[in-house]
């Protein structure tokens, strides 16, 4: 599968963004799907994943209560809302499938497939 991350951008902190991520080449909900994150400096670390039947999410702490991970078959596409967002969400975004469906993994090695990430800056 093929997957391409969009929707990144400079917003001022307490705004709002809408990642999406088109997916290609293979059937979508063949899929669990997460969200990653890397600010300068840091390791790669994960956001939100969502079963391949949505019917079950995780979050991590640092964005729970603020973001939503959501899919909609019909388009392919894989959505992270964040709200309320921090200077410290500043990185650059990666969406990510795992054809492993018995689990809901927030395991970066358990993701087989990685679109090329987007930019996310919040400014202060």
């Known amino acids: 599968v093929q997957l391409q991350a969009s929707g990144g951008g400079l917003v001022q902190a307490g705004g709002s963004l809408r990642l999406s991520c088109a997916a290609s080449g293979r059937t979508f909900n063949n899929y669990n799907m997460g969200w990653f994150r890397q600010a300068p400096g840091k390791e790669r670390e994960f956001v939100a994943a969502i079963t391949w039947s949505a019917s079950r999410t995780n979050y991590a702490d640092s964005v729970k209560g603020r973001s939503t991970i959501s899919r909609d078959v019909a388009k392919n596409t894989l959505y992270l809302q964040m709200n309320s967002l921090k200077p410290e969400d500043t990185a650059v975004y990666y969406c990510?499938?795992?054809?492993?469906?018995?689990?809901?993994?927030?395991?970066?090695?358990?993701?087989?497939?990685w679109g090329q990430g987007t930019l996310v800056t919040v400014s202060s």
């Open positions: 990510a499938a795992d054809s492993t469906r018995a689990l809901l993994t927030t395991t970066i090695i358990a993701y087989e497939y």
